[in-house]
């Protein structure tokens, strides 16, 4: 594998980020199906509640979005400035412990003293790049901003499709849970837990969060 596809696979969304961003996404559509009256609500109720949670996802995706973009430009940065900290750095012992600094502390203590210094030796010859934004960060904003608000529509369709307003909930609750089971699932598989108990630890927290989100007025 070339430093070209390791450079890919790193900014492409990985499954945590993927799961993360439909389950905000559905959370934040609840957030709003959540506090629908069905014993009052008419069509106009239904209709602005539908606008509020697309209008709310659109919004929120955009912001996801723009902070994905701030927080990569903001690590291409911190990594050009450790870089150059350890190519000025002219002690050995000193720029070893620089690397074992910013390394997951278990892969840090499993590397030896001369492992270390063999990266120090690559990392000294490697030129540092110029921090910048590029074609596959944009596309992984985009498929954010996308996450966030496809997420939404699960949700909403119900109300779209099906007149009366207390089965339409039923069925978006029903759809909401099954997403966020569903999402949990694909975690526990990618973490290698148990994808059952991931699932069904999601969807418990999804809901106590939805009513946490809706008692404090969100």
């Known amino acids: 594998m070339n430093n070209a596809d390791i450079k890919k696979q790193a900014v492409v969304l990985d499954p945590v980020q993927r799961v993360s961003e439909i389950a905000f996404g559905v959370l934040m559509a609840l957030s709003f199906t959540g506090t629908l009256s069905?014993?009052?609500?008419?069509?106009?109720?239904?209709?602005?509640?539908?606008?509020a949670a697309l209008g709310c996802n659109l919004a929120w995706?955009?912001?996801?979005?723009?902070?994905?973009?701030?927080?990569?430009?903001t690590e291409r940065h911190r990594g050009d400035s450790l870089l150059r900290r350890l190519?000025?750095?002219s002690d050995a012992r000193a720029g070893q412990l620089q690397i074992a600094?910013?390394?997951?502390?278990?892969?840090?203590?499993?590397?030896?003293?001369?492992?270390?210094?063999?990266?120090?030796?690559?990392?000294?010859?490697?030129?540092?790049?110029?921090?910048?934004?590029?074609?596959?960060?944009l596309r992984a904003a985009c498929g954010v901003f996308l996450l966030v608000v496809l997420a939404t529509f699960p949700i909403v369709i119900p109300f779209?499709?099906?007149s009366d307003a207390t089965l339409a909930l039923r069925v978006s609750n029903g759809l909401a849970v099954a997403t966020l089971?569903?999402?949990?699932?694909?975690?526990?598989?990618?973490?290698?837990?148990?994808?059952?108990r991931y699932g069904l630890l999601?969807?418990?927290?999804?809901?106590?969060?939805?009513?946490?989100?809706?008692?404090?007025?969100g």
Do not use: N
């Not at 600094?101 to 492992?115: F, H, K, N, Q």
């Open 38 to 51: 069905v014993a009052t609500a008419g069509q106009e109720e239904v209709r602005t509640m539908l606008y």
């Open 101 to 137: 600094a910013v390394l997951p502390e278990r892969l840090a203590a499993a590397l030896t003293p001369d492992t270390l210094e063999m990266l120090r030796l690559r990392l000294l010859g490697t030129p540092a790049p110029r921090p910048r934004l590029e074609l596959e960060d």
């Open 202 to 217: 999601l969807t418990l927290i999804g809901a106590a969060l939805v009513r946490m989100i809706i008692a404090l007025g």
């Open 181 to 196: 089971f569903i999402s949990g699932f694909i975690l526990g598989r990618y973490a290698g837990g148990s994808p059952w």
């Open 61 to 73: 995706g955009l912001t996801d979005a723009a902070i994905y973009l701030i927080v990569a430009l």
């Open 87 to 89: 190519q000025d750095t």
């Open 160 to 162: 779209i499709f099906i």
